[in-house]
């Protein structure tokens, strides 16, 4: 991706952070960038394919670090069966990692107005970004946990995700309540335990509704 792309993207992200997709301006992010218009309009065409390709920018490298992760340590095992804990930490550290990291904040806090706004394409855009993660580590959960029913593998990787997604977004804010910076070493000292804590839920026997 050459240069003025990735300042668009970057300065697109810094005014989605900011405003949320409504009140993203075009005129804000070129000025932010140092383009123009014509430029904007040339590498993506209008706002809403600007919007998909920041996400597209900053979540595919995730993803397919996490395939390959995936990958490789189903072809380590005999049985091709990744053990719960081990899948969740290859679903969770890498995503919590980067974007936890303080280049990676501006991009939750953009993806958390996008998340509160309702907007027709990011459904799209969810299935076109996240099928195939979510395929595939289903698929590995199902393995793993072969007692499960469908929908009991399904709701617990959705557990997973939204843990995720709502660690991120909250985290910093409770992190300003108790006015304390987290060290580095802190930090992952705190992801080892909430991915421990998240692999232990989803061992957990799955509720059972009565009819």
């Known amino acids: 991706m050459n ?25 804000n992010i070129t000025q932010r960038a140092g383009v ?3 430029s904007i309009n040339y590498h993506f065409g209008s706002k809403v394919e600007l919007i ?8 595919m490298p995730l993803n397919d670090l996490r395939l390959n992760l995936l990958r490789e340590e189903e072809s380590l095992s005999e049985s091709g069966i990744v053990p719960v804990p081990r899948l969740v930490e290859i679903m969770v550290r890498p995503v919590v990692g980067k974007l936890m990291s303080k280049e990676g904040r ?7 107005r996008c998340m509160s706004e309702p907007m027709d394409f990011m459904t799209d855009l969810d299935e076109e970004i996240f099928q195939e993660v979510f395929s595939s580590f289903l698929a590995a959960l199902q393995k793993a946990m072969p007692d499960l029913s469908p929908q009991q593998a399904v709701a617990k990787l959705n557990f997973i995700v939204c843990s995720m997604v709502g660690f991120m977004m909250h985290f910093p804010r409770i992190d300003r309540f108790v006015r304390q910076e987290m060290s580095k070493d802190e930090f ?5 335990q909430y991915i421990d804590f998240i692999s232990q839920g989803i ?7 009565a009819e």
């Open 36 to 38: 123009n218009v014509a």
């Open 203 to 209: 061992q957990g026997a799955p509720v059972t509704v």
């Open 3 to 27: 240069e003025t792309k990735i300042k668009i993207l970057e300065a697109a992200e810094a005014e989605l952070a900011e405003f949320g997709f409504a009140g993203a301006s075009i005129r």
């Open 188 to 192: 992952d000292a705190l992801l080892d």
């Open 106 to 112: 501006r991009f939750v806090q953009a993806m958390a």
């Open 52 to 59: 998909k390709e920041l996400f597209k920018y900053r979540i």
